[in-house]
């Protein structure tokens, strides 16, 4: 006679739970009811990714105040590069001719309007020169090297045409709870 081992134990245990979970809903449902709530639940589960877009439209009423052109505003208490308000762009938006990265770092910054912490996103504009204006090396809360995603000291054009870094915007993805 053979001797049981405990894995054989453990798939007797997890097939006999599945055969009985299964005849029981198959009991109480019918298909239709069955494919309804499948697919209700498909769709729940596939509106999740949407979260943090819902999250940082929020952030387009915050009130602001101070120059995007100094290094003391607000958004950039993280930021470690030239500001794209003084390259032809703005704080939220690169200039004309440079491609956003899609790859980032973040920070979390005070607003002084309302005293509450937001999640900041810091993305490079690549494919121009290096813009001069604007220097700025903020690191306030910055972490060493090995978190790579809150670090400033990376060259962050991956994913675009040009890895030619130009400048730095500043986007507000939400409040920090």
């Known amino acids: 006679m053979k001797k049981e081992t405990l ?4 798939n007797f245990w997890i097939d006999k739970k599945a ?10 449902t019918s298909r239709r009811s ?5 697919s209700l639940s498909v769709l729940g589960m ?13 952030a387009e009423g915050l009130e602001e105040e101070g120059d995007p052109k100094s290094c003391d505003y607000w958004r950039y208490c993280a930021i470690g590069g030239t500001l794209c308000a003084c390259c032809g762009g703005s704080a939220t938006s690169c200039p ?13 910054c005070r607003n002084p309007i309302d005293d509450k912490d937001y999640l900041i996103s ?3 504009c690549c ?11 903020n690191t306030e809360r910055e972490k060493p090297h090995y978190y790579q ?13 040009s890895q030619a870094y130009h400048c730095t915007i500043a986007l507000v993805k939400g409040e920090y709870s």
Request: hydrophobic content about 35%; charged content about 15%; proline content about 6%.
């Open 7 to 10: 894995f054989t134990k453990i």
């Open 149 to 161: 995603s809150k670090s400033s000291n990376i060259l962050w054009c991956f994913g675009t045409e």
């Open 34 to 38: 069955f494919l309804g709530k499948l």
């Open 122 to 124: 810091y993305n490079d």
């Open 46 to 58: 596939s509106s999740l990714p949407l979260l943090p877009v819902a999250r940082s439209l929020a």
């Open 96 to 108: 004309p001719g440079t491609e956003l990265s899609l790859v980032t770092w973040i920070g979390t």
């Open 127 to 137: 494919g121009k020169t290096v813009c001069n204006r604007c220097p700025c090396h």
């Open 19 to 28: 055969d009985h979970g299964s005849r029981q809903l198959a009991r109480l």
